[in-house]
């Protein structure tokens, strides 16, 4: 943690400042140590250089911290050599890279930090933050990066001064919460006046409704990570060829595949290496039947949740029929 972030910190509970106690730090970062609410009573440990706003029984996400940890190399650009995570970011913001430098950005749901990498190469300050362990994984990719700031911490409580970012993004998250307009909600405060507001959800489309995933997540979240892992692991080789032989037949072949079950993405075609489609096919699909969560939002609900919070400049559009992506101007408070 830099000490720097800590004005813009607070006590998610009771909104008031924190104070830091640092029992070790390694080259100007604190790695150990608390941070501490005087008015609250509040102690919040930090522990490999990350403030652990969630506590164990709160996190009911670690499916992604598994995730993470062996998947988030090859989602990240720079590291895996393809742009499909810049893309997405720049298609989806209205910013374009040039105009990033300088911004402060806050991510929600950062994951393995795909996205994180995107704007800090792009020379924004970032404040991320998780609620599972994926933090760790974000930080060991970009450990001592000075304009990076982690955080675990869950979307229903964060722990920041609100008004304080001219960019808050949420890629991929709210669909995995209990409540994805709840969560929505409590994103508001914290961009400032005509600061944009972005997130995408998976889309509730009717055919998406009838995805296979949805036929198997009643069994396949309550399995053990690893013992879905190693069934996905066990069958991608041999599902992936299948699906895309059968892409080929004509005019059937699209919807015959989809019975399939294996997410073998259209948009990935040609973008990342062959040797890398069966790696990311698991992975694909690890995400798809491990979440405790998956509650998919139609675009006109989410531009409801933009105008019900008086955002302006709303502009939403679905991506394949599988996402639904939206963003506004924060008003003027
Ligand atoms: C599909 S991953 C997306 C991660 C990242 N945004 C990306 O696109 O690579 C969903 C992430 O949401 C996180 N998440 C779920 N509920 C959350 C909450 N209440 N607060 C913060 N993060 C949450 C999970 O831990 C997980 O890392």
């Known amino acids: 943690m830099w000490e720097s972030s800590l004005p813009l910190l607070r006590d998610p509970r009771s909104g008031e400042r924190l104070e830091l106690e640092t029992s070790e730090r390694l080259d ?11 008015s609250s009573g509040a102690r919040i440990p930090i522990r490999n250089g990350i403030p652990r706003f969630v506590k164990e029984d709160e996190n009911y996400a670690e499916n992604f911290g598994f995730e993470w940890d062996l998947f988030a190399e090859i989602q990240t650009d720079r590291l895996a050599r393809h742009s499909l995570s810049t893309d997405r970011f720049f298609n989806q913001v209205s910013f374009s890279p040039g105009e990033m430098k300088g911004l402060r950005v806050l991510e929600a749901g950062c994951g393995g930090g795909r996205f994180s990498d995107v704007v800090l190469e792009a020379g ?19 450990t001592g990066h000075p ?5 675990q911490a869950s979307i229903f409580e964060p722990p920041f001064v609100p008004g304080s970012f001219d960019l808050v993004f949420c890629m991929g998250v709210l669909q995995h919460t209990p409540d994805p307009e709840a969560f929505f909600r409590q994103l508001i405060p ?11 959800v998976y889309s509730a489309h ?31 080789p041999v599902l992936v060829p299948i699906s895309r032989q ?3 037949i004509p005019k059937l072949g699209k919807p015959l595949s989809r019975l399939i079950p294996i997410f073998v993405h259209d948009g990935f075609m040609g973008l990342i290496p062959r040797e890398d489609e069966v790696r990311f096919a698991v992975l694909e699909t690890f995400d798809a039947l491990s979440p405790a ?12 949740w933009f105008r019900d919070a008086g955002f302006e400049e709303i502009h939403s559009f679905n991506v394949m029929n599988a996402l639904n992506v939206a963003r506004g101007r924060a008003p003027a408070r």
């Open 28 to 38: 100007g970062e604190v790695i150990e140590g608390a941070l501490t609410c005087a």
């Open 293 to 304: 969560y998956d509650r998919p939002r139609s675009l006109r609900t989410m531009r409801r």
């Open 124 to 142: 924004a300050e970032l404040f991320s933050f998780d609620l599972s362990n994926a933090v760790d994984k974000n930080r060991a990719i970009h």
């Open 190 to 200: 914290f961009a400032k006046p005509g600061g944009e507001l972005m997130i995408d």
């Open 246 to 248: 059968v892409r080929r």
């Open 147 to 151: 304009r990076h700031h982690l955080f």
């Open 206 to 236: 009717p055919k998406q409704s009838l995805h296979w995933k949805y036929a198997l997540r009643p069994i396949s979240k309550r399995l053990p990570h690893r013992m879905l892992l190693r069934g996905i692991e066990a069958v991608a």
